[in-house]
């Protein structure tokens, strides 16, 4: 007991113990951000090809996104009681903690994607006519979901930058759904136009949420914040 | 300087500058609370009567809540850095750090519905036919936020079960608008199938929101985790 006080006393030992959880609850976003991005894959996927088995695995999947989550918060509050971080130590368990509360809730919108299709099943979700927006919101979706893990472990800011390139794309597309259900063209029923308001809406706040990580690790990586913009 | 620094090695004092902290980020809580609850006053309001001039007062006022919220994270995160609060102490902290996003969110969904009952005017976004059902979630989310008020005020357990119980109403009501939707006396238009399906979601969402602060709450008072129930 006596040794491990003297230790803990070292500040030199004490940085590295610091530095090890860090890197540690690092690896948990980085985890919990490749599960996000299975997540997305797979509902998309689900609702674009009316895979019922494939949605279930998305709902089933996303309480190990929740628990990851947990793990995450847990290391960064232990982290501020053990530690008691200061300065650009403390911005980062601060942002980890609400980066783990944003992509827990991505999960949760794909999770919903994945609910959308199940219940629409044995039919799609998705019409034909809009199958090709569906398709482009899927793709710039699981383009940026791969781009946050990428961020994540390094740090690029070239990635956090091409996330909100990838945002706008999601933002017109979204646009473009609405476009849809207003022209003469449309005539879906009542349940098609709330399923595609619904969808259309996930993928929205799911590319929101990834610019509000972003726009995390630029503050992080620059002291710039853009967060409020 | 040698005087303040010598009063801060006084942990009888250093307490007393902690509580006195704490107490202001309570204080921010219930401001940012208060003003939600105007929020969404307004925006059911706006939504109800297609009030334009109310809809952009909630959507004007929408900066001052994100304001508040910044500086309740402003002050949590300087209580971190100054007092490296440890056990409940952190746990407040940490937890007023989500509270505060969580009401900036609800805030961000009053706004929401505003800019539906914006985008309607003259028309209203509701009809007539679902006036009653809008009513009605209204209604319940007032009073949540009503509740939360309280809640943040004076940490009353009761108060956060009774905001578990509206959410259950919200939810109840949320699940008529689809009925409603899909019932073979639904005659309305794509452009109002959209606007109750996303509406109808904003509420859906405030009220969550109002009941993730209320599990919150319960968990500091108790140390009952019912978040991830």
Known sequence: ???????????????????????????????????????????????????????????????????????????????????????????????????????????????????????????????EDLTPVFSALQDASVRLAKRLTRLLETRDIAEANAIERDDDIIDDLHQDTFAALLGSHWEGTAQETIDITLVGRYYERFGDHGVSIARRVIYLVTGTDTQHV
């Open 1 to 127: 007991m006596m040794e491990i006080t003297q230790l803990r006393r070292n500040p030199r030992i004490m940085r590295d113990i610091f530095e090890a959880e860090l890197a540690q609850l690092g690896d948990n976003l980085v985890q919990l951000s490749v599960k996000v991005h299975e997540a997305i894959v797979n509902a998309g996927e689900a609702l674009l090809t009316a895979d019922v088995a494939r949605a279930q695995q998305v709902i089933t999947a996303d309480d190990a996104i929740d628990e990851l989550a947990r793990e995450a918060d847990d290391r960064a509050v232990l982290l501020l009681a053990q530690q008691a971080p200061v300065a650009t130590d403390l911005r980062i368990v601060v942002s980890a903690l609400r980066m783990s509360a944003t992509l827990e809730r991505m999960g949760d919108l794909a999770q919903h994607i994945a609910q959308v299709a199940r219940r629409a099943y044995p039919s799609k979700a998705v019409p």
